[in-house]
């Protein structure tokens, strides 16, 4: 029999297991969790893997908080046998007032972790409750050491408040960061990585706190496109010293230029200057550096200057473009968006030699300036200058050297012109030589004698008028005063 294996049992064993009761009882107990497990998982399989993720991260930051509540609740009881024996040894009290020691550090500690973790939840410091919290697990864990009558038993009864106090703080840790990241940037935070350059890094996060809009990422490729512009500048100087240094000092300065090198070409490496976009962006940098007292010291009295500035800017400015045959010698207009090429609208701005080549002011100079009948420029050094694009003294000379170099620019650019595909672009006004043309219109061709007329009949004014504006001639060429004779605009004026 069953029931002699339990023996003082008043009610048979198989009575037991066959009442209702107990049937029911078992069928509850196991198919109610089954049936909550199924519908947990039904409905963690209706999420997304991103959404799951989360609502396991809940979960388990539930678990934990309620772990570290029991840890808490047993290091609280053991904190409380020592601070009892504080409140009978030490002030004089009995039984139950030995427990207000407890009460006073060890609820006071929690009462201020419940609002640094309130704080955390909302992504904010631990603030003053944070403070006094460790202030208060440190006071009883100290108080509690004194009762001990050994430096293990001190060791022992000191250690519960502590940890409990780091259980709690790092729970507070936790959800101060996810209230961060739900709330903050985190593409703006720096890692801790970055103190392994800590001098960077405290330039980005300078460069953060000033520009809101910049990411951590973007914000130190701003740093290291600046700090290789800058060392190209210190590498310009210490060259420009060398140059400069007489024959004793020259070797320090060869030291110096050395060094200035090895910076520049460190910092080029971490800017990534090998990008030509990075390297644009450098040399941008690097002429704003080098030409900033000739900005700063430019006429303010008119938008020319400031229009002749941009138009030199790198970054902005393209190559010269090829020639098509279209000649003109109109100064051309400002551009009318950022993305039009700025060149044409600096091409009348003087530049310091170091924007255009030779090649291309030579190609300037045969394309835009017209010239006389024995093959010289026709223009004189101050409007080559405007009109070319380059400085005054660098038009001087090609001016005095016009022989040497003006030969071989026209005929390179014949045949750049005559490579060009598709029909023949129309004559340029300023390569037709109009001597002849104005000569004949300015001297009337002679009208046959007759018996009966003696005398030439000049044509009439309005007759030498129409014909000037047939012949298209008087845009660049005016009467001269007295006469008939047409002479370029403006001959004659100093």
Not at 76 to 98: C, E, I, K, N, Y
Request: net charge positive.
């Amino acid at each position: 029999m069953i029931t002699d294996l339990f023996p003082g049992t008043t009610l048979p064993v198989t009575e037991l297991l066959t009442s209702w009761q107990f049937v029911a009882g078992t069928i509850v107990l196991t198919l109610g969790p089954t049936l909550a497990l199924r519908r947990r998982r039904a409905a963690l399989a209706a999420l997304g893997a991103e959404e799951r993720s989360t609502a396991a991260a809940m979960r388990g930051r539930r678990i934990e908080d309620r772990l570290t509540m029991v840890i808490a609740a047993a290091a609280a009881a053991l904190s409380a046998t020592g601070l009892r024996r504080v409140g009978r040894h030490q002030m004089g009290l009995s039984d139950p007032f030995d427990l207000l020691p407890f009460i006073a550090l060890d609820i006071a500690a929690m009462v201020c972790g419940r609002r640094a973790r309130r704080r955390a939840r909302e992504g904010e410091g631990p603030g003053l409750s944070g403070v006094l919290f460790w202030v208060l697990a440190g006071t009883s864990s100290l108080f509690s050491a004194a009762e001990a009558a050994s430096p293990l038993g001190a060791l022992v009864r000191a250690v519960w408040p502590v940890l409990a106090a780091v259980l709690w703080e790092l729970g507070s840790l936790e959800e101060r960061r996810a209230a961060r990241t739900h709330r903050a940037r985190p593409d703006r935070r720096l890692a801790l990585i970055r103190l392994f350059h800590p001098v960077e890094a405290v330039r980005v996060a300078l460069l953060l706190a000033a520009r809101q809009d910049l990411t951590q990422e973007q914000a130190t490729t701003e740093i290291r496109v600046s700090r290789a512009a800058y060392r190209w500048y210190r590498l310009r100087r210490a060259q420009k010293a060398v140059r400069k240094a007489g024959r004793p000092t020259r070797w320090a300065f060869r030291y110096l230029e050395t060094r200035a090198d090895s910076r520049a070409q460190n910092a080029s490496e971490r800017a990534r200057c090998a990008d030509p976009a990075v390297l644009e962006q450098v040399v941008s940098r690097l002429q704003g550096r080098v030409r900033q007292a000739e900005w700063a010291g430019m006429n303010l009295s008119s938008a020319a200057a400031f229009d002749a500035m941009r138009g030199t800017l790198i970054g902005t400015a393209p190559a010269v473009p090829v020639h098509t045959g279209a000649a003109h010698t109109a100064l051309p207009a400002a551009p009318t968006s950022a993305e039009e090429p700025q060149v044409d609208g600096g091409m009348d701005a003087p530049d310091n030699g170091d924007v255009l080549t030779d090649e291309e002011v030579q190609e300037r100079f045969v394309r835009l300036v017209p010239r006389r009948r024995d093959g010289k420029l026709a223009w004189g050094i101050n409007k080559c200058s405007r009109i070319v694009g380059i400085g005054t003294p660098r038009a001087s000379k090609f001016h005095a050297s016009q022989g040497t170099w003006l030969p071989a620019a026209v005929a390179r650019y014949d045949r750049t012109a005559a490579a060009a595909p598709t029909e023949a672009p129309p004559e340029a006004p300023h390569l037709v030589d109009h001597f002849d043309q104005a000569l004949d219109l300015a001297t009337p061709a002679p009208v046959p004698h007759g018996p009966r007329d003696p005398t030439p009949v000049p044509p009439t004014a309005q007759a030498h008028d129409d014909e000037l504006l047939r012949s298209g001639l008087t845009g660049d060429y005016q009467l001269l005063p007295g006469s008939k004779l047409l002479v370029p605009t403006g001959a004659g004026r100093r």
